[in-house]
C-alpha cells in the first residue's frame, strides 16, 4: 500500500480534553486526537508522540522521576508507560479493563500505577509498572471515580474521588502480596453539619412496641431490594467533591461544588470543615468560589474559584487568610505545580493554559498555542504558502504558520459551519450556520479583520467554494439555492446571482476551463448531478441575471446526471466526476459527456461509473481533489487519511491521523502545490497538516504539481496585486461606512445594506431569523420598483375596474328579481372563469384541511369520550345520582356500583365456602365441649346487651343495617395472613351489600316530578278558563340529578350553526314534511277530540262553556227606546235580565268551584313535595349511617392490609438477615484461610529470619578465626574497622535533594535495592587502601574488606527481612481484627434475627382490633387531641354494670349510716348546748350579788379563781388543743376541697367531652335547624304567625301569674324573715337583758 510514498505529519495542534500533565519541570504533556503533544514552556517547543494504540484515553503523568503513562481507545484497551524525553516505551500492561480506563495516576514512590476501568467492572488497580505485574485489584470499587491520586509522602494510600463520595484506599501488603481495603469519607451535609446515617447500625428491632407495627429498615420495604435507593432514602444530601490535595501531614484538603473546604485525616477517618460559605463570618471572596482545583504552595494553598479567580491561602488550623489573589481571563479548572516548585499551571475546560513563574514575576502568562473546541474546518492560503487558516465551531479564526505556530485569531463570535480562501487575494470566506457568509481580510497576520458580510440564507451555510482563477464564489445550503459573487474585492464581493438545484446542496466543487473561458460546477444533490457552466467573462446586463437575481438560461448552462446510487460528495475533474457512494461504500468515476449543447435543463442523462473501487470501513466520506487533478485524496468517520491516483484508483497510501472514537476526520484540503495536505478532525480538537512525499516511477507527478502550482501563481500574480491593496484598503465591518453604489455589481445586483447593523460588533455576525436575506431584500425592492413605476397606470386601471364592478353587481341584483325562466346563473357573471376555479380550487383545499384537521381533533375527542364513558359510565352497573329535595339545597346521592368481575366472585365463593368448612368444624368440637353454665349465662344476658356486645367487639355496625356477613371472622382471631386476606374480601363483600341495599332504597324524584307536572298542567287549564295571569312554580331535574344528560349534546348547547351536507338537507326536509303531515293529522283527529272530552270527570260540557255563554239581548233594545217599548217586550226584557242575572250567579259559582279546585291542586303540590323532602330526610339519615358503616369497614380493611405489608416487611426484613449470615460466615471462612496462610507464611519468614540473625551472629564469631594468622593487637584494630560504617542516609527514609514539599519515607522492602547499592558504594570508600592500619599487608586488608563487606550485606539483609517481618506481623495482625470484626457480625446478626423472631410473634399475636364503643362507654382522659390508650383496659359492661350497683348499694348503706351519725351529733349537741345554758344560769344566779360592782366575766372568774398559776395553766392548754383542733379543721377542710376540686376537674373534663362532641355536631345540627327553620316558615307562614300571636299571649300570662306569685312569696319571706328573729330572739336573748333582768 506504502509503494506509491508515504504521509508524514509535519505538525499537529488542538486540545482534546481538559487533562495536562507535567514531565518534567519545564514541560507539560496534553492529549491532542490520537497523539499526546510535549510543550516546552520556556521555549514553546512541541514535540509530538502518536499512540502505539488505536487512541488516547486517559493520561497521566510524574514529572518527579519523567515517567507518563496512557490507555488506549478500544475493547480491552491497553496502557502505555513511558519515559520523557526518551519518549521510550517502558512496559505494556494489559488488564482485565473491557472498554476504557476512566483514571490513571503514577506514584512518586515507585514504579506504581493506579487505574481505574470503566463499564462494566469499575475495577481499581494497582500496577508494578517495571515488571508490569498488577500488585492488587478490587472490582466494583469505582462506580463514579473520576480521579485517583498516589500519597506523595506514602505509595501505599490511594484516594479516589467519585462524583459524590470520596473513598481512601490503604494498600496492605504482606511481603509480596499486597490488597485494597477502602475507607469511605463520611462528608458533611450541605449545611456544613455531621449526621449519622438514618438506617439503624443495629441488626435488632426496637424493643419497644410502637402503635402500628415494628420498626423496620427501609431496606425491608417491600420492593426496596437495591442498596442504591435505601442509600438516597436514607441519607441526607451530602456535600460534592470536586478537587482533592494531598499534604505533607498524609492529610487531604478538598475543595466542593457547595464552596465548603474540608480537611480529612484519611488515618482517622474524621472530616473537619476549614470554611463554610453559609457562615455570617466567612470571608467574602472565598463565598463565591466553588474550589474547583487545589495544589499546595511553599506559603500555603492554591484554590481556583468561579469566574477565573486564583487565591493564594494561608491555613491556620481553621483559620483562613488570603495573602494573595490573581485574576484570569476565564474560568479555569486545573491548577497544579511542576516538580521544582517554581512554575504554577492553570488549565480550563476550553483549553486556555496559563503560567505564573513567582520566581521570575507575579504575572500570568497565556499560552497561546494551547487551543481547544472542535475544528470546523481548514484551508491553505493559494496566495501565501507559509498560512494556513482554521475555524473552530465557537467562531475562533486561527491563522498558522507552516511550522504550526499560531500567527493571529479573530472571534467571530457565531457558530461557523464553512470555510474557503480566496486564489486572488488575501481573504477568507467563512460560512456561519445563521445563514450570513464573513468575508475575513488575512494579510494582517497578527491581526485579520472582517471587511465584509453578506447574507443568503437562513440555513447554516454548508458549502463553500472558489473556482480555481478567483472568479467567482459559490455557496450551498440545504434549502437548494446555489449563489455566485464575485469574489473580487473591487466588486466589495457583490452577490451576482441564484441558481436553483432539485434538492440540497451535499457537495460543490468547481473547474476553470481557460481555453474555453468556462467555470464548471458540479452539485450533488444525491442521486441526481447537475453540471452548472458559467463564462469567465464580466456577468452584467439584463441579459445575464433577471430582475430577481437569477441567473439567466443565456449565460448559465445546466446540465441534469442521474446515478444509480446515491452519493454522499463529489468533486469534479477536466472531464470526469469522482464520487463517493455511501449506500455501496465504494468509491466511483464517472465520465461526463462532452457533446451535451443540445440536451434542454429539463433533460437527464444516466451516468453509469466507469470504475469503481472499495470504499472506507466507516462511512460517510468527504473527497478532495489536488490542484493538478492527479490527485485524490478522501477522509471519513474511521480517521484515515486516503491519497489515491486519479488515473488508477486501486493503490492508496494512508495515514491514521484523527481519533475513530471521536467521530474521525471532518475536511481535508490541499496546498497549492498538491504536496501538503490540512485535515480538521470531527470531535477530537486536532488540527494535522501532513507532508506528501512521493517515491520512485511516480516521483516525476510531484514535479508536475510543482509546475502547475508556479503557472497558476505566473498566471494569478496580475489578478493578485490589482485585488489585493483594493482588499487592503477596505474598512472594517461595523466601523467604515460603504456607499451603496460601491456594493452593486453588474446586472443590479447588491448585497447586504451596512447601514443595517448593529451598534455592537459582535451582534453584527449573527442576523436574527427576522434579518432579510439578499434575495428577499431583492424581491423586495422589485416589489417596490414595480409599484413605483406602475403606480399611475394601476391607478388608472383601478376606477373602471370599480366602474365594471359596480355595473356587474347591478346586473346581478337585477338578475336576482327577474323570473326563474329569465334568471341567469351566478357563475355567468364571472368575467375570469379561470381564477374563480383556481380561488375555489384553493377553498376547496383549505377547506379540505381544516375539514381534515376538524375530523382528527373529534376523532381524538371521541376517542377520549369513549375511554371515559367506558371506564366511568359504561362500566357502572348502577349509574350515580342524586335526589335532591324541592325546598332546600339539600341532596342525597346514591352509590355507582360496577359490576363484579369474576375474579371478584370466585374469590368471594372461595372464602365462603373455606368459612362454611371451618364454621361447621368448629360447631361440631363447640357441641362436644358445651355446658349447662354457658346456658345459664347466655339465657341471662338481655337481647339488648348482647347486640350492643356485638357490634362493639365486631367493630362493625353493619349488621344494623342487615347486610352483615354471616361468614366474617372474629377479629380477635386473625392470625395468618391467609386469614387477614380473606377477612379482607370478606368485608369488601359486606361493603357491597351496604351499597346495594341503600340503592334499593334510593327514591328518585322523576316519578314525583310527573306527578307535580299533571298537576301542574291541571292547574294552568283552570287559570286559563278563568283567565288569570300567575306565574306557576315548576321544579325540575339538575345536572346531578339527571347526570346521563351531561353524556349528550342538546341542540341548544350548539351555538354555531350546524353544517348540513346536501344529503342530510334532503333528509331533514322530508322529515320535516312527515312531521307536518303527521300533525295536520293529529289536530283533524276527531276520535282524539272525543276521547278527551270522554276521559273528562272534573267537568261537565255545560259548565265548561258557562263561562263563554253570553244570552243575547232582544232585538228592540237595540232599535227602541225603553218608552216606546209595549208590555210584551217589557215582559220579555224582564225575562232577558232574570236569565242574564242566573247566569252572571252560575258564572260566579262556577268561578269559585274553579278556584276552589285550583286551591286544592296547589295544597296537594305543596304536600306531595314536603313529604318527598321529609322521605328525603329520613334516606339522608340512611346514607349517614350507611357512610359510617362503610367507613368503618374500609378503616378495619385498611387496618388489615397494614398488617399485611408490616408482616411482609418483617419477612423481607428475616431474608435479608439471613443473606446478610450467610455472606457474613462465607467471608469469615474466607478470612480464616487467609489468616492460617498468613500465619504459616509467617512462620516459614521467621525463619528465614532466624537463619540469617544466625549468620550475622556466626560472622561476628569467626572473624578472630578468619585472622587468626595476623597479631593481637592487629586484629583489635581491625575488629574496630570491622563495625565501622559509613555515613549514609538511613533505610526508613528517602534521600531527596530536591525542593518538593513532599519528603517521602518508605519502608524498606520497597527500597532494599537502592539502599544496598548506596551502602556498597560508601563502603567502597571504606576499602580504598589509604585507609588500612600502617603495616597491614596488602592481601590481609583486601580479605579484611571481603569479610567487611559481606558482613555489611549480611547486616542489610537481616534489616530488610526484619522490617518485612514487622509488615507481615501488622497485616496478620489487620487480618486477625477482621476476623474478630466478622465473628462480631455474625453475632448481631443472629442476635437480630433472634430478636426479630421474638418481635414477629408478639406482632402476630398482639393483634389490632377496632371497637365500637358508645357514649359514655369511654373512661380516658381527653386533655389532649388524641386519648391516650396506654393503661387503659377492654371489659364487657356488664362488669361495669355489677360494679356500678355495688357501688350504689354501698353508697345508700353510707348515707343512711351518715344520716344516723348526724342525727346522734345533732342530740349530743343539744344536749351540750343545754347543759351549758343551765351553767350559765346557774353562774348568773351566783353573780347577782355582786351584779352592782360591775365587774366583767373575765374579771368574776378571776374573783372565783383560788389559784391563780392553775388558771393560766388551764387558758394555755385550752388555747393549745383550741389550735390543734383548729389545725385538724384545717387539714380536713382542705382535703375537702381537694376531693371537691378533683371532683369538679373530672366533672370538667366530662364536660369538655361532652363539649369537644357537642362542638363536633353542632355544624350538622345547627344546619338541620335551619333547613328545618327554612322549610317550617316557608310551608307554614300563616299558622306560625297565629301560633307566635297565641305563644306570646301565654307568654304575657304566664309572667303576670310568675310576676303575682313573686310578689306573694316575697311578703311571705319577710314574715318568715320576722318570725326568724323573733324565734332566734327567743332562743339566744341578750346577756345583758339577762343581767339587768
Given at each position: 500500500m506504502d509503494d506509491i510514498g508515504s504521509l508524514e505529519v509535519r505538525w499537529i495542534r488542538g486540545f482534546t480534553n481538559k487533562s495536562i500533565e507535567f514531565v518534567d519541570n519545564e514541560t507539560v504533556c496534553y492529549t491532542c486526537g490520537i497523539n499526546i503533544c510535549f510543550l516546552n514552556l520556556e521555549t514553546k517547543k512541541l514535540n509530538v508522540l502518536q499512540s502505539p494504540g488505536r487512541g488516547v484515553g486517559a493520561l497521566t503523568?510524574?514529572?518527579?522521576?519523567?515517567?507518563?503513562?496512557?490507555?488506549?481507545?478500544?475493547?480491552?484497551?491497553?496502557?502505555?508507560?513511558?519515559?520523557?524525553?526518551?519518549?521510550?516505551?517502558?512496559?505494556?500492561?494489559?488488564?482485565?479493563?473491557?472498554?476504557?480506563?476512566?483514571?490513571?495516576?503514577?506514584?512518586?514512590?515507585?514504579?506504581?500505577?493506579?487505574?481505574?476501568?470503566?463499564?462494566?467492572?469499575?475495577?481499581?488497580?494497582?500496577?508494578?509498572?517495571?515488571?508490569?505485574?498488577?500488585?492488587?485489584?478490587?472490582?466494583?470499587?469505582?462506580?463514579?471515580?473520576?480521579?485517583?491520586?498516589?500519597?506523595?509522602?506514602?505509595?501505599?494510600?490511594?484516594?479516589a474521588l467519585g462524583s459524590t463520595s470520596l473513598t481512601v484506599w490503604s494498600i496492605q501488603k504482606s511481603a509480596s502480596f499486597h490488597v485494597l481495603k477502602p475507607s469511605v469519607i463520611e462528608l458533611p451535609t450541605t449545611d456544613g453539619f455531621f449526621v449519622e446515617r438514618l438506617v439503624p447500625t443495629s441488626h435488632t428491632v426496637s424493643d419497644k412496641l410502637p402503635y402500628f407495627s415494628l420498626e423496620m429498615p427501609p431496606s425491608a420495604i417491600s420492593g426496596l431490594k437495591a442498596e442504591g435507593i435505601v442509600t438516597k432514602l436514607c441519607t441526607k444530601a451530602r456535600l460534592t467533591p470536586c478537587a482533592i490535595c494531598w499534604t505533607p501531614t498524609s492529610k487531604l484538603f478538598v475543595g466542593c461544588v457547595e464552596g465548603f473546604l474540608l480537611l480529612v485525616d484519611p488515618e482517622s477517618l474524621s472530616v473537619s470543615v476549614i470554611f463554610n460559605p453559609t457562615t455570617s463570618d466567612a470571608i467574602r471572596e472565598l463565598r463565591q468560589s466553588n474550589f474547583r482545583g487545589l495544589t499546595l504552595d511553599r506559603n500555603g494553598l492554591i484554590a481556583v474559584g468561579k469566574e477565573g479567580v486564583v487565591h493564594c491561602l494561608q491555613i491556620k488550623v481553621t483559620q483562613i487568610d488570603i495573602t494573595q489573589t490573581w485574576t484570569l481571563e476565564e474560568p479555569v479548572t486545573t491548577v497544579m505545580y511542576s516538580p521544582d516548585y517554581e512554575t504554577l499551571l492553570f488549565s480550563s475546560n476550553t483549553g486556555q493554559v496559563y503560567v505564573l513563574n513567582s520566581s521570575r514575576s507575579d504575572e500570568i502568562v497565556k499560552l497561546p498555542d494551547v487551543l481547544s473546541g472542535n475544528f470546523v474546518a481548514a484551508a491553505l492560503s493559494h496566495t501565501d504558502k507559509n498560512i494556513c487558516v482554521s475555524v473552530t465551531d465557537s467562531g475562533a479564526l486561527q491563522l498558522w504558520s507552516a511550522d504550526g505556530v499560531c500567527l493571529g485569531s479573530l472571534s467571530l463570535q457565531a457558530e461557523v459551519t464553512s470555510l474557503a480562501c480566496c486564489p486572488i487575494a488575501q481573504y477568507a470566506a467563512v460560512g456561519t450556520a445563521s445563514g450570513n457568509v464573513l468575508f475575513v481580510d488575512l494579510n494582517g497576520q497578527q491581526q485579520p479583520r472582517l471587511v465584509h458580510r453578506v447574507h443568503l440564507y437562513h440555513t447554516p451555510v454548508d458549502q463553500l467554494v472558489f473556482d480555481q482563477e478567483g472568479h467567482y464564489l459559490l455557496t450551498g445550503a440545504s434549502d437548494s439555492y446555489i449563489y455566485i459573487l464575485d469574489a473580487r474585492p473591487s466588486k466589495t464581493f457583490s452577490v451576482i446571482g441564484y441558481t436553483v438545484v432539485p434538492g440540497p446542496v451535499l457537495s460543490l466543487s468547481t473547474q476553470c476551463i481557460r481555453d474555453s473561458e468556462q467555470v464548471k460546477v458540479v452539485v450533488c444533490t444525491g442521486q441526481e448531478l447537475t453540471v452548472l457552466s458559467l463564462p469567465t467573462r464580466k456577468l452584467s446586463g439584463p441579459d445575464c441575471v433577471d430582475r430577481h437575481g437569477c441567473l439567466s438560461t443565456l449565460v448559465l448552462k445546466v446540465s441534469r446526471y442521474?446515478?444509480?446510487?446515491?452519493?454522499?460528495?463529489?468533486?469534479?475533474?477536466?472531464?470526469?466526476?469522482?464520487?463517493?457512494?455511501?449506500?455501496?461504500?465504494?468509491?466511483?468515476?464517472?465520465?461526463?459527456?462532452?457533446?451535451?449543447?443540445?440536451?434542454?435543463?429539463?433533460?437527464?442523462?444516466?451516468?453509469?461509473?466507469?470504475?469503481?473501487?472499495?470504499?472506507?470501513?466507516?462511512?460517510?466520506?468527504?473527497?478532495?481533489?489536488?490542484?493538478?487533478?492527479?490527485?485524490?485524496?478522501?477522509?471519513?468517520?474511521?480517521?484515515?487519511?486516503?491519497?489515491?491516483?486519479?488515473?488508477?484508483?486501486?493503490?492508496?497510501?494512508?495515514?491514521?491521523?484523527?481519533?475513530?472514537?471521536?467521530?474521525?476526520?471532518?475536511?481535508?484540503?490541499?496546498?497549492?502545490?498538491?504536496?501538503?495536505?490540512?485535515t480538521a478532525g470531527f470531535k477530537d480538537g486536532s488540527l494535522v497538516c501532513t507532508d506528501l512525499r512521493i517515491k520512485g516511477t511516480d516521483a516525476g507527478k510531484v514535479n508536475e504539481a510543482q509546475k502547475y502550482s508556479r503557472s497558476m501563481n505566473h498566471f494569478l500574480k496580475t489578478i493578485f496585486n490589482t485585488e489585493n491593496p483594493v482588499l487592503i484598503d477596505l474598512p472594517e465591518w461595523g466601523r467604515g461606512t460603504v456607499k451603496p453604489e460601491e456594493s452593486e455589481a453588474g446586472g443590479g445586483a447588491d448585497t447586504v445594506d451596512v447601514t443595517e447593523q448593529d451598534e455592537s460588533y459582535n451582534s453584527l455576525l449573527s442576523a436574527p431569523p427576522s434579518h432579510p436575506t439578499w434575495l428577499e431584500s431583492r424581491r423586495e425592492a422589485v416589489i417596490k420598483e414595480d409599484n413605483e413605476q406602475y403606480s399611475e397606470a394601476k391607478k388608472n386601471l383601478r376606477k373602471p375596474i370599480k366602474e365594471l364592478r359596480d355595473d356587474i353587481q347591478e346586473m346581478m341584483r337585477e338578475n336576482e328579481n327577474l323570473p326563474d325562466i329569465e334568471r341567469l346563473e351566478q357563475q355567468e357573471f364571472n368575467l375570469d372563469v379561470e381564477e374563480q376555479r383556481r380561488l375555489e380550487a384553493t377553498v376547496e383545499q383549505e377547506v379540505t384541511r381544516v375539514r381534515n384537521e376538524i375530523e382528527l381533533e373529534i376523532s381524538a375527542k371521541r376517542y377520549v369520550s369513549d375511554v371515559l364513558r367506558r371506564e366511568c359510565w359504561d362500566s357502572k352497573t348502577v349509574k350515580g345520582k342524586a335526589a335532591k329535595a324541592f325546598y332546600s339545597e339539600q341532596q342525597v346521592r346514591n352509590y355507582p356500583l360496577k359490576e363484579r368481575t369474576d375474579k371478584e366472585v370466585e374469590d368471594l365463593h372461595r372464602v365462603q365456602n373455606m368459612r362454611k368448612i371451618e364454621m361447621a368444624a368448629c360447631t361440631q368440637s363447640g357441641l362436644k365441649k358445651s355446658s349447662n353454665t354457658t346456658r345459664v349465662k347466655e339465657a341471662e344476658q338481655g337481647e339488648e346487651g348482647h347486640d350492643a356486645e356485638s357490634a362493639a367487639v365486631t367493630g362493625s355496625c353493619s349488621a344494623q343495617l342487615g347486610c352483615s356477613n354471616p361468614y366474617i371472622y372474629d377479629q380477635f382471631c386473625l392470625q395468618t395472613t391467609e386469614q387477614r386476606i380473606n377477612q379482607i374480601?370478606?368485608?369488601?363483600?359486606?361493603?357491597?351489600?351496604?351499597?346495594?341495599?341503600?340503592?334499593?332504597?334510593?327514591?328518585?324524584?322523576?316519578?314525583?316530578?310527573?306527578?307535580?307536572?299533571?298537576?301542574?298542567?291541571?292547574?294552568?287549564?283552570?287559570?286559563?278558563?278563568?283567565?288569570?295571569?300567575?306565574?306557576?312554580?315548576?321544579?325540575?331535574?339538575?345536572?346531578?340529578?339527571?347526570?346521563?344528560?351531561?353524556?349528550?349534546?342538546?341542540?341548544?348547547?350548539?351555538?354555531?350553526?350546524?353544517?348540513?351536507?346536501?344529503?342530510?338537507?334532503?333528509?331533514?326536509?322530508?322529515?320535516?314534511?312527515?312531521?307536518?303531515?303527521?300533525?295536520?293529522?293529529?289536530?283533524?283527529?276527531?276520535?282524539?277530540?272525543?276521547?278527551?272530552?270522554?276521559?273528562?270527570?272534573?267537568?261537565?260540557?255545560?259548565?265548561?262553556?258557562?263561562?263563554?255563554?253570553?244570552?243575547?239581548?232582544?232585538?228592540?233594545?237595540?232599535?227602541?227606546?225603553?218608552?216606546?217599548?209595549?208590555?210584551?217586550?217589557?215582559?220579555?226584557?224582564?225575562?232577558?235580565?232574570?236569565?242574564?242575572?242566573?247566569?252572571?250567579?252560575?258564572?260566579?259559582?262556577?268561578?269559585?268551584?274553579?278556584?276552589?279546585?285550583?286551591?286544592?291542586?296547589?295544597?296537594?303540590?305543596?304536600?306531595?313535595?314536603?313529604?318527598?323532602?321529609?322521605?328525603?330526610?329520613?334516606?339522608?339519615?340512611?346514607?349517614?349511617?350507611?357512610?359510617?358503616?362503610?367507613?368503618?369497614?374500609?378503616?378495619?380493611?385498611?387496618?388489615?392490609?397494614?398488617?399485611?405489608?408490616?408482616?411482609?416487611?418483617?419477612?423481607?426484613?428475616?431474608?435479608?438477615?439471613?443473606?446478610?449470615?450467610?455472606?457474613?460466615?462465607?467471608?469469615?471462612?474466607?478470612?480464616?484461610?487467609?489468616?492460617?496462610?498468613?500465619?504459616?507464611?509467617?512462620?516459614?519468614?521467621?525463619?528465614?529470619?532466624?537463619?540469617?540473625?544466625?549468620?550475622?551472629?556466626?560472622?561476628?564469631?569467626?572473624?578472630?578465626?578468619?585472622?587468626?594468622?595476623?597479631?593481637?593487637?592487629?586484629?583489635?584494630?581491625?575488629y574496630k574497622l570491622f563495625k565501622c560504617r559509613p555515613r549514609v542516609q538511613k533505610m526508613s527514609t528517602q534521600a531527596d535533594n530536591s525542593s518538593s514539599l513532599f519528603k517521602e519515607q518508605r519502608l524498606c522492602g520497597s527500597l532494599a535495592p537502592d539502599a544496598l547499592g548506596k551502602m556498597l558504594k560508601a563502603m567502597d570508600e571504606l576499602d580504598a587502601l589509604e585507609n588500612a592500619p600502617e603495616g597491614m599487608k596488602i592481601q590481609i586488608w583486601e580479605r579484611f574488606c571481603l569479610v567487611r563487606r559481606t558482613k555489611v550485606e549480611i547486616e542489610q539483609k537481616v534489616k530488610v527481612k526484619a522490617l518485612t517481618l514487622a509488615e507481615m506481623q501488622a497485616f496478620l495482625q489487620k487480618r486477625r481484627d477482621e476476623d474478630s470484626a466478622a465473628q462480631q457480625e455474625i453475632k448481631n446478626l443472629s442476635d437480630g434475627l433472634e430478636s426479630l423472631h421474638r418481635e414477629k410473634n408478639r406482632f402476630l399475636t398482639d393483634i389490632m382490633v377496632q371497637v365500637l364503643l358508645k357514649q359514655g362507654q369511654v373512661k380516658v382522659s381527653t386533655t389532649d387531641l388524641t386519648a391516650d390508650y396506654t393503661d387503659s383496659v377492654l371489659f364487657n359492661s356488664s362488669v361495669l354494670e355489677k360494679l356500678n350497683t355495688t357501688s350504689r348499694t354501698l353508697g345508700e348503706q353510707t348515707i343512711a349510716s351518715m344520716v344516723k351519725c348526724n342525727d346522734c351529733r345533732k342530740g349530743i349537741i343539744q344536749l351540750q348546748w343545754e347543759h351549758r345554758m343551765v351553767g350559765m344560769q346557774i353562774e348568773d344566779t351566783k353573780a347577782r350579788g355582786i351584779h352592782m360592782f360591775r365587774l366583767s366575766e373575765k374579771q368574776q372568774?378571776?374573783?372565783?379563781?383560788?389559784?391563780?398559776?392553775?388558771?393560766?395553766?388551764?387558758?394555755?392548754?385550752?388555747?393549745?388543743?383550741?389550735?390543734?383542733?383548729?389545725?385538724?379543721?384545717?387539714?380536713?377542710?382542705?382535703?375537702?376541697?381537694?376531693?371537691?376540686?378533683?371532683?369538679?376537674?373530672?366533672?370538667?373534663?366530662?364536660?369538655?367531652?361532652?363539649?369537644?362532641?357537642?362542638?363536633?355536631?353542632?355544624?350538622?345540627?345547627?344546619?338541620?335547624?335551619?333547613?328545618?327553620?327554612?322549610?317550617?316558615?316557608?310551608?307554614?307562614?300563616?299558622?306560625?304567625?297565629?301560633?307566635?300571636?297565641?305563644?306570646?299571649?301565654?307568654?304575657?300570662?304566664?309572667?303576670?301569674?310568675?310576676?303575682?306569685?313573686?310578689?306573694?312569696?316575697?311578703?311571705?319571706?319577710?314574715?318568715?324573715?320576722?318570725?326568724?328573729?323573733?324565734?332566734?330572739?327567743?332562743?339566744f336573748p341578750s346577756m345583758d337583758q339577762l343581767k339587768y333582768n
Open positions: 503523568a510524574n514529572g518527579s522521576n519523567g515517567t507518563f503513562a496512557f490507555s488506549e481507545e478500544k475493547l480491552s484497551p491497553s496502557i502505555f508507560v513511558y519515559i520523557f524525553p526518551e519518549l521510550q516505551l517502558k512496559n505494556e500492561l494489559k488488564g482485565a479493563a473491557q472498554l476504557d480506563y476512566t483514571s490513571l495516576t503514577l506514584s512518586t514512590g515507585g514504579p506504581y500505577l493506579g487505574c481505574c476501568s470503566s463499564l462494566p467492572d469499575h475495577t481499581i488497580t494497582v500496577w508494578n509498572w517495571e515488571n508490569a505485574e498488577p500488585i492488587c485489584t478490587q472490582p466494583h470499587a469505582g462506580q463514579d471515580v473520576t480521579s485517583l491520586v498516589f500519597n506523595p509522602l506514602n505509595w501505599l494510600q490511594l484516594c442521474e446515478v444509480p446510487h446515491p452519493l454522499e460528495s463529489c468533486v469534479l475533474g477536466l472531464s470526469e466526476v469522482f464520487a463517493y457512494c455511501q449506500e455501496r461504500n465504494s468509491l466511483q468515476r464517472f465520465e461526463l459527456p462532452q457533446d451535451t449543447d443540445g440536451l434542454s435543463s429539463e433533460q437527464v442523462v444516466q451516468l453509469k461509473p466507469e470504475q469503481e473501487v472499495r470504499g472506507r470501513p466507516l462511512s460517510p466520506a468527504s473527497l478532495s481533489l489536488s490542484p493538478h487533478q492527479l490527485w485524490l485524496a478522501s477522509v471519513g468517520r474511521d480517521g484515515l487519511l486516503l491519497i489515491r491516483e486519479t488515473a488508477s484508483m486501486e493503490r492508496h497510501i494512508e495515514l491514521q491521523c484523527h481519533s475513530c472514537r471521536l467521530g474521525g476526520v471532518r475536511s481535508v484540503t490541499f496546498s497549492a502545490d498538491s504536496q501538503t495536505l490540512l374480601i370478606l368485608l369488601q363483600d359486606v361493603i357491597y351489600r351496604v351499597k346495594t341495599a341503600f340503592n334499593a332504597d334510593f327514591e328518585q324524584k322523576v316519578q314525583e316530578l310527573n306527578r307535580v307536572k299533571d298537576r301542574d298542567r291541571q292547574i294552568r287549564e283552570i287559570m286559563l278558563e278563568l283567565d288569570v295571569s300567575e306565574e306557576l312554580w315548576e321544579p325540575g331535574l339538575t345536572t346531578s340529578e339527571q347526570p346521563e344528560g351531561l353524556l349528550a349534546v342538546d341542540d341548544s348547547e350548539i351555538k354555531a350553526e350546524k353544517y348540513l351536507t346536501p344529503e342530510q338537507k334532503e333528509e331533514e326536509e322530508t322529515k320535516n314534511l312527515e312531521e307536518q303531515k303527521r300533525l295536520a293529522a293529529k289536530r283533524d283527529n276527531v276520535r282524539d277530540r272525543a276521547l278527551d272530552d270522554m276521559m273528562d270527570e272534573v267537568r261537565d260540557l255545560k259548565k265548561k262553556d258557562i263561562l263563554k255563554m253570553e244570552i243575547p239581548p232582544p232585538e228592540f233594545v237595540l232599535i227602541k227606546p225603553d218608552i216606546q217599548w209595549s208590555e210584551e217586550e217589557k215582559k220579555v226584557y224582564k225575562e232577558y235580565e232574570k236569565k242574564t242575572k242566573d247566569l252572571s250567579e252560575e258564572k260566579e259559582k262556577y268561578k269559585k268551584s274553579m278556584e276552589t279546585e285550583m286551591k286544592k291542586l296547589q295544597e296537594s303540590k305543596r304536600d306531595a313535595t314536603e313529604r318527598f323532602d321529609e322521605t328525603l330526610t329520613k334516606l339522608f339519615e340512611k346514607k349517614e349511617k350507611c357512610e359510617m358503616a362503610i367507613y368503618k369497614e374500609e378503616l378495619t380493611i385498611t387496618y388489615l392490609v397494614y398488617s399485611v405489608l408490616v408482616e411482609d416487611e418483617m419477612r423481607n426484613r428475616e431474608l435479608e438477615l439471613k443473606l446478610k449470615l450467610e455472606k457474613t460466615l462465607a467471608y469469615k471462612a474466607e478470612i480464616r484461610e487467609e489468616v492460617k496462610r498468613r500465619e504459616e507464611e509467617l512462620e516459614l519468614f521467621h525463619e528465614c529470619y532466624d537463619s540469617a540473625v544466625a549468620e550475622d551472629k556466626v560472622l561476628d564469631k569467626e572473624f578472630r578465626k578468619e585472622f587468626s594468622d595476623v597479631r593481637s593487637h592487629a586484629i583489635d584494630l581491625l372568774d378571776d374573783l372565783k379563781e383560788t389559784d391563780r398559776d392553775i388558771h393560766v395553766f388551764k387558758q394555755v392548754s385550752i388555747l393549745e388543743k383550741t389550735i390543734a383542733f383548729q389545725e385538724k379543721a384545717d387539714l380536713r377542710s382542705v382535703g375537702q376541697r381537694v376531693k371537691s376540686i378533683e371532683q369538679l376537674d373530672k366533672q370538667a373534663a366530662e364536660k369538655a367531652e361532652k363539649n369537644t362532641t357537642v362542638e363536633q355536631q353542632l355544624p350538622d345540627r345547627t344546619v338541620t335547624v335551619a333547613e328545618r327553620t327554612r322549610i317550617y316558615d316557608a310551608s307554614a307562614s300563616e299558622e306560625n304567625q297565629a301560633a307566635k300571636t297565641e305563644e306570646r299571649y301565654q307568654e304575657i300570662l304566664h309572667r303576670k301569674n310568675l310576676e303575682d306569685l313573686a310578689r306573694a312569696q316575697g311578703d311571705e319571706m319577710a314574715f318568715l324573715w320576722a318570725e326568724v328573729e323573733r324565734l332566734r330572739m327567743k332562743n
